[in-house]
């Protein structure tokens, strides 16, 4: 089992600055993606940032180059420092991993953090 525990959320005025941080604890050997999604008030979850073991990362068109995701392998921790923020990334940011382990794939989520982006 891997617990996700996500801080750094908060309040910002548009334009503003935040950084998120998911630690990963718990069985983390194969903990392959990191990623961090998020859901407003009425519309589905999505992707906002994927990184791989490997360092690879790819974002959503609507966060590029305003957000970056990084991550501390060693540590099982992934960041998202979000820049230039905009009311529209108001939203629950949730943290997610997979772990690759038997040939199988688990998922985790964390239980989420609110941003909120005052225009």
């Given at each position: ?21 998911c630690a990963a604890s ?19 979850r999505e992707l906002v ?29 992934v960041y998202l420092q ?38």
């Amino acid at each position: 089992q891997v617990q996700l525990v996500e801080s750094g959320g908060g309040m910002v005025q548009a334009g503003g600055s935040l950084t998120l941080a998911c630690a990963a604890s718990g069985s983390t050997f194969g903990i392959n993606h990191m990623a961090w999604y998020r859901q407003a008030p009425g519309l589905q979850r999505e992707l906002v940032a994927e990184c791989d073991e490997d360092g690879r990362v790819r974002y959503a068109g609507s966060v590029q180059d305003r957000f970056t995701i990084s991550r501390d392998n060693a540590k099982f921790i992934v960041y998202l420092q979000m820049n230039s923020l905009k009311p529209e990334d108001t939203a629950v940011y949730s943290c997610f991993a997979d772990q690759l382990i038997d040939k199988g794939t688990t998922t985790y989520w964390g239980q989420g953090t609110q941003v909120t982006v005052s225009s």
